[in-house]
């Protein structure tokens, strides 16, 4: 399967990332001055160099938005985990919904043992239509945090995290699931970026198979 993935410009300082005031006391103060130099050591160049391949083996950069992109979803998954080959057809639906709002997404593979005969499989059996990487050296897990599978990460301008955390709340625990999701909580925060505001919440718990488990 050929996969083009477009050119992905670069991570920028956030001030939503630092610790919230009053920054009192040495304690404070010293959190502040190693959050800041935390922040200026990963600036635009450092995102810029956040390189993965496609199945191509042709470098791509997903923190670079594409042109007249507003933002981009890494769909983190593997080949075997049941609840990422679950979630595909929710997945699709949401990428057919908001590919045309300014929205892409990208399938995202971690982990090594998924070479790219392995995922063309995937991606036929699952009949996914979206770019594909791989990111066998965990860059993309290390800057998104992600930690298990499916989970996203909605990426802004300047390589910021925007969301990451669950597509929806219908996994209470591995094995245990509810009929409907009560919460859809990526279609919520895309449906605020769309919109111009901000994610109310940026951060959720995402149910699936661990990332410390299979990367070896």
Same mark, same amino acid.
């Given at each position: 399967?050929? !996969?083009?993935?477009?050119?992905?410009?670069?991570?920028?300082?956030?001030?939503?990332?630092?610790?919230?005031?009053?920054?009192?006391?040495?304690?404070?103060?010293?959190?502040?001055?190693?959050?800041?130099?935390?922040?200026?050591?990963?600036?635009?160049?450092?995102?810029?160099? !956040?390189?993965?391949?496609?199945?191509?083996?042709?470098?791509?950069?997903?923190?670079?938005?594409?042109?007249?992109?507003?933002?981009?979803?890494?769909?983190?998954?593997?080949?075997?985990?049941?609840?990422?080959?679950?979630?595909?057809?929710?997945?699709?639906?949401?990428?057919?919904?908001?590919?045309?709002?300014?929205?892409?997404?990208?399938?995202?593979?971690?982990?090594?043992?998924?070479?790219?005969?392995?995922?063309?499989?995937?991606?036929?059996?699952?009949?996914?239509?979206?770019?594909?990487?791989?990111?066998?050296?965990?860059?993309?897990?290390?800057?998104?945090?992600?930690?298990?599978?499916?989970?996203?990460?909605?990426?802004?301008?300047?390589?910021?995290?925007?969301?990451?955390?669950?597509?929806?709340?219908?996994?209470?625990?591995?094995?245990?699931?509810?009929?409907?999701?009560?919460?859809?909580?990526?279609?919520?925060?895309?449906?605020?970026?769309?919109?111009?505001?901000?994610?109310?919440?940026?951060?959720?718990?995402? !149910?699936?198979?661990?990332?410390?488990?299979?990367?070896?």
């Amino acid at each position: 399967m050929g !996969v083009t993935s477009p050119a992905f410009p670069a991570y920028t300082p956030d001030s939503a990332y630092l610790p919230d005031p009053p920054y009192t006391g040495l304690v404070g103060r010293t959190l502040l001055f190693f959050t800041a130099l935390f922040l200026a050591t990963v600036g635009p160049a450092a995102a810029k160099q !956040v390189r993965v391949a496609d199945l191509a083996g042709e470098a791509r950069h997903p923190l670079v938005l594409p042109p007249g992109r507003t933002a981009t979803v890494l769909v983190f998954t593997t080949t075997d985990c049941p609840i990422s080959n679950r979630y595909a057809p929710d997945i699709q639906a949401l990428a057919a919904k908001f590919q045309k709002q300014g929205i892409v997404f990208t399938l995202v593979y971690p982990v090594r043992t998924d070479t790219p005969a392995v995922i063309r499989e995937h991606v036929k059996k699952f009949g996914y239509a979206m770019p594909v990487v791989r990111d066998t050296a965990q860059e993309l897990v290390r800057h998104t945090g992600v930690t298990v599978t499916p989970e996203v990460a909605v990426i802004g301008p300047g390589g910021r995290v925007l969301y990451r955390g669950r597509i929806d709340d219908r996994y209470l625990d591995f094995g245990r699931d509810r009929l409907q999701p009560s919460d859809r909580s990526l279609e919520r925060a895309l449906d605020a970026i769309v919109q111009g505001k901000a994610v109310a919440v940026r951060e959720t718990k995402a !149910v699936g198979c661990f990332l410390q488990d299979l990367i070896k």
